[in-house]
């Protein structure tokens, strides 16, 4: 996610975009699609992540998107001092987040359809080639 200004991530108060060009991680709308369902602890989208991922997930990654996402106003974060053991941190989705993440998937769909009308332009030139 480089570039803060062409990829929605500006300063508070700029208005968000959905990400524009290549999608190239699913990382980023996946923790806030997660977090949507329910507020959690890192360590809970870390393991959630990787289970939808089907790899593992660089932690680094994570946090630095959540941090991102915090200072972006895209979650709120908590530290819970409830539970037994050290505190932790609970993030949850706010309603600038919510609207960022419905931006993302349109973008996830237009980026899907390029994807499907390449991959049937291919399927139909080699099909037509081995004639």
Not at 56 to 80: M, N
């Amino acid at each position: 996610m480089r570039g803060r200004g062409s990829a929605g991530h500006g300063h508070k108060g700029e208005r968000r975009r959905p990400p524009g060009g290549r999608v190239r991680s699913i990382v980023q709308p996946r923790v806030l699609f997660l977090l949507v369902q329910k507020a959690a602890y890192g360590y809970e989208l870390m393991e959630e992540l990787n289970k939808a991922e089907g790899a593992a997930i660089d932690p680094a990654l994570l946090y630095r998107t959540l941090h991102r996402f915090q200072a972006d106003g895209l979650v709120s974060s908590t530290w819970d001092t409830d539970a037994p053991g050290a505190a932790r941190r609970v993030y949850e989705i706010t309603a600038e987040g919510l609207e960022y993440l419905h931006a993302w998937v349109v973008e996830l769909v237009r980026t899907r359809e390029r994807l499907d009308r390449f991959l049937h332009e291919y399927e139909v030139y080699f099909r037509e080639e081995r004639r």
